[in-house]
């Protein structure tokens, strides 16, 4: 399956925190996606792009914070996550980039 133009739109980048390391060890991959994403898109996307077999995916939805951008008050954009369960075997290195 080869990777499609629209694969590379659904995926932004990988998130590499510290709750996102604790779930790699768990064979979990997070990855921040477009809003309009869906659960099947991601898989496809994910399967496609790093060549792997994906068990599950859980999205969430982070609501922006309202900070202040020097002095004046601004709001960050939400973002959403997929946390993306790999089948065993399977790993995907998030810090060499795709």
């Not at 499609?4 to 739109?9: A, I, L």
């Not at 996606?33 to 869906?38: E, G, M, N, Q």
């Not at 065993?88 to 998030?94: C, K, L, P, R």
Request: proline share 4%.
């Amino acid at each position: 399956m080869s990777a499609k133009p629209e694969h590379y739109d659904v995926i932004v980048k990988p998130i590499i925190t510290e709750k996102a390391t604790m779930a790699s060890e768990n064979g979990a991959v997070v990855f921040e996606v477009t809003k309009d994403a869906s659960k099947p898109q991601i898989k496809e996307a994910v399967e496609s792009l790093f060549g792997v077999k994906v068990k599950a995916v859980n999205t969430t939805i982070i609501k922006g914070k309202t900070k202040r951008f020097r002095g004046t008050p601004g709001r960050r954009s939400d973002v959403k996550k997929a946390y993306v369960t790999l089948e065993e075997g399977n790993t995907i290195d998030v810090s060499t980039g795709l």
